[in-house]
């Protein structure tokens, strides 16, 4: 007999109890036993007898905690229990618990009894939805997503009664083309040591078939027995009797899986347990995949409605007649609140019913009543005693008479709030991923396996010019350029042969009402799952640019090959370690060399060091400061020497960082021998122009002596004749005068030709100044032109803003003496000439304008000649030589010289000179 831990008296019928074939116990409220018969401690504790802690023995702690609530307000509790023995195993009993009282304290009798297979198995599959409903919905809610999955394990791994649960995530390691699993999450039974904990990463090569079975979206299970070799030692290394794994996938692709092991027994897993933990698993994947969020949480949300359907409902039973209402202890516990708290009659609706749906509520109870059918599918919305928001659903089913009159209404109620939750969450990411995909610059679509379009984002339109709803339901091949619609036809093919292909091919779109053609990259993954009609998913984007700037750099090539290739130069391009990647064909006839003799080779490697010294081939060669057109002498391959020109530049990449040197060479032998030849000619024609310049000067000197004699006898001959008679003193006038034109002409002539000797030899001094032009003006002809012979005068007109000119004060005195004499020369007897000086914003212009005898139009670009003069001035004095050095006087101010002339009306001549 089990020892008594109290004098009989407190427990008169402890005999009765003792006698029990099945399991009692009878503890304080804490859970402390006070009374264990034999059959308990055979049960649970193979004979062991003492004391122990009733409430360690229930897997679930929440059932501990409802007994005691249940007992406190009902007096019992009836219900099925995890327990766990001393052996570790875990079994689904029944449990009934009643109060004993006695000597004035209460005490909690428990009574167990073991359930058939059938029960076990609904009651374990209960517990696992409940499991999986409650870790769906810690993956909706939760924002730390790794911490979710540690309780997610545990919670899991409970119901489940596994002795372990992890969960593990593909990954690389470095330098390894093997794919391993990394240990993101684990729960281990308190029974198991630490030393069986898993290790961190594992291969998927370390099961036979492992990776290839969870990628085919199945569950892998083995236990010891199944496995041979290294997979079967690394099951004992851990205390593994049989496991199970099933696949997460994220975006279609493998991410990881989620695995039980159970260390007591071989367990096998059957298709209902398996189905609930897909539920699970399907979630996992539905959150990791941001893509698919919203067909997957709507599927999961119809399973997990499934679920909660097969649990527990609340009830309710309303007596029409007597008008009371009679709650579940389930509805009440919803609620939050105690039996006697609700009056039991129509006055609760108005505390426990949203404001908002009373109206609701009470139609769809008179419509019960007065119809006699029942209704199901009602949503309506709770308060709880917290005031919180409870969403269920309500079936009714009315009792009828033999009149067919409503006597009772017995309806269930199903709490739906985490739907709801769901279907707002849904709903808050159908409008975030709607909103993301409609603002992306890519376009995302769907197809389906006939290519037939199901979806499009907002970016088709801005892409294409078709508008989306126009769109949805035409062929997709339609909107594609005819000539590339067989690589997207192809594209389908395979899509539509190959499970999860995911394939890519480029195509151009016909755009709407336009002559342009836009260049896409098409990129398409098949879905094809098992209840689901197949499909096609992508994006689409816009590579117009791309293929434009290829194509450019194409034809770039083309021509840079075509040009380098036809051209007499050399053309080379090295990399950033001077390695040639390019060299011309000219190199054959340049250097005697075979172009794919050098490629890949430095210049090092086909030249001696003291051939290259004074090249630029190789020398300072990284040095962008250095100049990058260089003359050198080279050899060539029979030993001839030529004479080479090389221009290098350095071409960057487009971040800068690295860079190819592109050079141009050409044979310039010829050029230098023809340099050489022009500088000894041009050594020659100095010399000739120092010689020319010394006899101008030396003619220059040895005609003055002689005219000066010739006009001192002239002078000496007119005192002569001052005594002679009238008659032959006229005469003799008449002839000294025309000698002394003679003599003046010749003087200018002379003065000419030693001011132009001057110029040509490079010794006419200038030393230009800002000064006032006008002042210099005005004062010239006030000095020069003032008393013409023939009563005329010069006129003066300035228009624009006075501004100071810089020029050389002597030069450009000679060339308006030069300029204003022509005009009066060539106008006798013709209206006054005029000096127009303008300002602009960067020149004064001098217009010296007469209405004179005019220059034919033939002789206007001749006159600027040496020596040259007009047919029409043969007769007018002049030495040919005037209007050649005011040009080079006026180009010496970096100035310029120009005429205008109409015959017999008028001529001007225009000095232009640059304002600083």
Known sequence: MAKKHDSDPIFPSLEVLEQSSLPVAVCEFSGKSVFLNDAYSLYFRDGWKGEEDI???????????????????????DSYAILSKNSGEEIVLKVKASLIQTSGKQYVALYFTETNEARRRIFRQGQLLKAASESSTL??????FADVLGRIAETIGKAVQADRCYIFESTYLPDSDQIYASLVAQWTRSTLSTSDELIGMISYTIFPEFYETLLSDKAYSKTQDNLSGNSRKYLKSRMIQSFICLPIFKDGQLWGFMGFDDCQHPRIWDEQEIASLRLLTNSLSSVLSNSQLRIELQRKNLQL???????????????????KIYYSPQFLEM?????????????????????????????????????GREINGFEIRLLAKNKDLIWIRVSAKPSTDLRGNTLRISGSNTNITLEKIYESKIAESQEKYIELIDNLREIVFQINFSGNIIFLNEAWHILSGHNVSGSVGKPFREFIVEDDRAKFDELLNHLQQNKNAYLSCLVRID????????????????????????????????VSERQITQQKLKDSEMRYRLISENLSDLVTLQDELGHFIYVSPSVQNILGLNPDSMLNKTPRQIWAPEILKDTSWERDLFDPKQQNRKSYRFPKENEEEIWLETLRTLVYTDDGDRFIIQSTTRDISAFKEAEQNLKTALDKQRELNELKSNFISMASHEFRTPLTTIRSSMQLLEEYGKSAPEEQKLKMEKHYARIKEQIERVTRLMNDVLTLGKFDAGKTPFHASPQNIVRFCEELVADHFSNMNDGREISIHVKGQHKPVSFDTSLMTHVLLNLIANAFKYSVNRPNPRLEITFEKDQVRLGIRDFGIGIPPDDI???????????????????????VITKEFVELHKGRISIESRLNEETLVTVELPID
């Open 139 to 144: 993956l909706i809610l939760s924002e730390d």
């Open 305 to 323: 409605e499934s679920a909660i359907r097969g649990s527990k409902d609340s009830l309710w039973d309303y007596d029409v007649r007597k008008e």
């Open 55 to 77: 409430s360690g023995r229930f897997v679930n702690e929440e059932n501990w905690e409802q007994i005691i609530e249940s007992l406190n307000y009902q007096g019992d509790w």
């Open 511 to 542: 755009r709407k009402k336009s002559d342009t053609i836009t260049w896409a990259e098409i990129y398409a993954r098949s879905f094809n799952k098992k209840g689901n009609e197949p499909y096609i998913l992508g994006t689409i984007i816009d």
């Open 861 to 883: 670009n001749l006159v600027f000649q040496t020596f040259y003069r007009a047919k029409n001035a043969i007769e007018v004095p002049g030495t040919g030589l005037g209007l």
């Open 335 to 371: 609620l939050g609140y105690q039996e006697h708290e609700l009056e039991g009659n129509l006055s609760d609706l108005d505390k426990i019913v949203h404001p908002k749906d009373l109206y609701k509520i009470f139609k769809g109870l008179q419509y019960v009543v007065n119809s």
